[in-house]
């Protein structure tokens, strides 16, 4: 089945229709309101219920053809078996978009099931209604204020480049949880559920001409065609990174299929096909943020020559350490920039990488400049592909990290940058806000900068071999 | 050498001395003070200096001889060569503790600072101090509003009960930092730097008796006599159990010498030695608070198989497969529970493990007791060994786990569980606070929630094997 989709209409909609919505506050169909009211989309909310006149203070509409004005997108929250009269509806009045939270369909693994759903996909696709669902938690675009899910929470997540596409609901509901407490901007998030006519493939495709979107993180389980997905991606990966994680091993077939209808498939597989399109694969929900987020920021590296330097020696080694476990070296310094550290240090025994500029490089306190003529020197070796700086927090560094900022934000440095900075309750959240703003990505602890850095040596190779 | 020290000067004192402290707040030396006050400690804090008269509102000294009080520890912030001067007044005024903050001994590699070193130790031994460093981050000891450190951010360490022992300063730095966000409470903590006289043996042996502390936490570089952690730790670890982290692979040695003075040694023989010693490991600062966190709250589990139980089915499906990573088994029920579950279900095709609650067993909208019921018939189960239970944040979910949390405080569950909730910007705070004060640990991913369990897991095998 191919058809030019509108996905415009489910990803940025000027007008939302929901359709089953509850007055009693413990319903879904209530939440679905109350996301969109909370989201601040203003009051182009068009409930509808037969049962009720009002909720959260928006009027109700009895029916989709009662409401007076265009409505882009429904969200359909409606027992399953009503699902396909709602859409002959929304067929009816010109709705283009359906987000379908309604479970029950080709993920029972009955022929009730599987019926229901080739029914909705008729429907849909006889009247070009592009959907997400069914069994989805459905659609965030921070940048339109559109929350058009269950989740009223999501009214915290921050407008920005990462597009996160999850095959399941509670995935990308914990992963967007957690880019609201690290406050990582996210330019679009779907769940596809049961993907009836909007599959993983249309959605990269989409987001390949999205403009706020700069990196596409995406979760899979399984879909009936990878090849289309592999395909979708290698066409983009060049100018906008995909990064994606398939959970690892022996998932039961069983629980794959009656999640989402889908069939897992074999890992290996996946990982070789992502490999072959240039996705850059990730191991866990948190590697795919932070390499989405390293990718959204940072050029990619030419190789995966790694120096670390650290403000805390400890850290450092564990940089070190983990630079070693994925697969990064550590890099050695050219032979001119070895003497100029030697020239620089204050101490005679130390090492090359990882540099401990605190330790190694102050000769009385805190010595800002010289730590960041370092970190230049360091950087435009040509022994060197990138840097890690790990600066855990301490309040008298601060100052240290903005005069990093301001170098990057000035003049740029030879080589990606990732920075390891924590932030106890918040009290780096200034600082490491800066450093972003300059496009230098920041985790909390150097196993997560070790892991973001090697995203940007991965795709490093992509680019090389793709180009 | 051997003494017998009285540790708890250095961990619970009644009264702390400042040598060298400063009024500049851009002083690691002023931070040391500022520590102690905003931590908490009272009106016993005793700066020492000659140079300045108040600090922080407190009077300042100029000398430790001068100080009209009993002095039960002392914190050395003044330049390296004048350490053995402080160290020798201090043995005067029969102080018995020190924390030596600063750096330039024995990790500098030079004759000169082994010797200076050595100096320390002899005057130390001798006066019966002891001591954490020198090169140190200090001590924090939350029961008793102790912030012996340089970093005022402590103020925010919860009390509770896991002991954390590092090496490196900028180490527990992260970790406690991290604690702090996590709400994760702590018995002690403390940075052992250079370890001029009190090593890992020393420590964990005192924490053996630690009335708050129910699992003891290591981070571990290398030290000059592995064999004495371990026997420490062997001692101990039937009751207490021991978490150990030591960085991975290639760390250079000569950064491990230059940070603490320390030979890295082989990873694996320290494995070797670990596993010997009933240690359980960790591969990286997270996985050694999370499974420290899960120790000093749940049971050891008799067995691998693990029951995983969700109410989403995508997270669920990432922890089963995060169970096959970690070695854990995915639990087959027994026939008995299988036919229960059957009859209890309204999806024909649904997985026995792992379990989706919401999607398999919710009759009409969400079905609390239902869940409850299911989560303990599958854990009573004899082909059960462990229980996780993901269960991400949804405020409507909210009785549920509150109700999770009433079952395991008032009748217990038959076997160990851990939970996954995540908790945007703290939404989920009361109820995470409810479960881990009935004793199930909580953890915001379904990775992390798997580990923690394999921890119980090992920790279980390590009681079999040495009961």
Redesign the interface.
């Known amino acids: 089945m191919s058809m030019a989709r509108d996905l415009a209409r489910l990803f940025q909609p000027n007008s939302v229709a929901v359709i089953g919505a509850s007055s009693s506050s413990?319903?879904?169909s209530y939440?679905c309101v109350e996301s969109l009211v909370e989201g601040g989309f203003g009051d182009r909310i068009y409930p509808v219920s037969p049962h009720s006149s009002e909720i959260l203070g928006l009027r109700v509409y009895p029916s989709v053809a009662s409401i007076p004005y265009d409505v882009d997108m429904a969200i359909v929250a409606v027992a399953a078996g009503l699902v396909p009269s709602v859409l002959e509806e929304c067929a009816r009045e010109g709705i283009k978009g359906a987000v379908i939270i309604t479970?029950g369909f080709k993920?029972?693994?009955?022929e009730w099931g599987a019926k229901l759903q080739g029914d909705i996909v008729d429907i849909a696709n006889r009247a070009r209604i592009s959907i997400i669902g069914p069994n989805t938690m459905g659609v965030v675009n921070p940048h339109q204020h559109l929350n058009a899910t269950?989740?009223?929470?999501f009214k915290?997540v921050t407008p920005g480049h990462i597009a996160v596409i999850?095959?399941?609901?509670?995935?990308c509901?914990?992963m967007?949880?957690?880019a609201?407490?690290e406050n990582v901007g996210i330019s679009l998030a779907a769940s596809l559920g049961n993907r009836a006519n909007v599959d993983f493939a249309d959605a990269i495709e989409y987001l390949g001409d999205h403009p706020q979107t700069r990196t596409i993180a995406v979760?899979i389980?399984g879909v009936d065609n990878p090849r289309l997905v592999v395909d979708s991606a290698s066409r983009l990966v060049c100018r906008k990174p995909v990064v994606a994680y398939k959970?690892?091993?022996?998932?039961?077939a069983?629980?794959?299929?009656?999640?989402?209808g889908s069939l897992a498939g074999r890992h290996e597989a996946y990982e070789a096909a992502f490999r072959q399109a240039g996705v850059v694969t990730a191991q866990?929900?948190?590697e795919l943020m932070d390499v989405a987020k390293a990718l959204a920021l940072q050029p990619p590296a030419q190789g995966n020559r790694v120096a670390v330097l650290?403000?805390?020696?400890?850290?450092?080694?564990?940089a070190?350490?983990?630079c070693?476990?994925c697969g990064l070296a550590?890099a050695d310094p050219s032979r001119q920039v070895k003497d100029s550290l030697t020239t620089l240090a204050v101490?005679?025994?130390?090492?090359y990488?990882?540099i401990?500029l605190a330790?190694?490089f102050t000769r009385s306190?805190?010595d800002h400049s010289l730590w960041l003529e370092i970190l230049e020197l360091v950087l435009s070796d040509e022994c060197v592909d990138a840097g890690l700086l790990?600066a855990?927090?301490?309040?008298?560094d601060r100052p240290f990290i903005e005069s990093v900022a301001s170098l990057v934000g000035q003049r740029g440095l030879a080589k990606p940058l990732v920075v390891c900075r924590?932030?106890?309750?918040g009290?780096a959240r200034a600082e490491i806000a800066m450093l972003e703003e300059n496009g230098v990505p920041v985790y909390?602890?150097p196993?997560r900068a070790v892991r973001a850095v090697a995203g940007l040596v991965r795709y490093g190779s992509v680019i090389e071999r793709m180009k």
């Open positions: 413990a319903k879904i939440c479970s993920e029972l693994g009955t269950f989740l009223p929470s915290d999850t095959q399941s609901g509670g995935v509901s914990f967007l949880h957690s609201i407490n979760h389980e959970p690892w091993g022996a998932i039961p069983k629980a794959a299929f009656s999640h989402t866990d929900t948190t650290s403000l805390q020696a400890g850290p450092g080694m564990i070190a350490s983990a070693h476990r550590l101490s005679p025994s130390f090492s990488n990882p401990d330790g190694a306190g805190a790990s855990l927090y301490h309040r008298l924590d932030s106890p309750l009290a909390p602890t196993d």
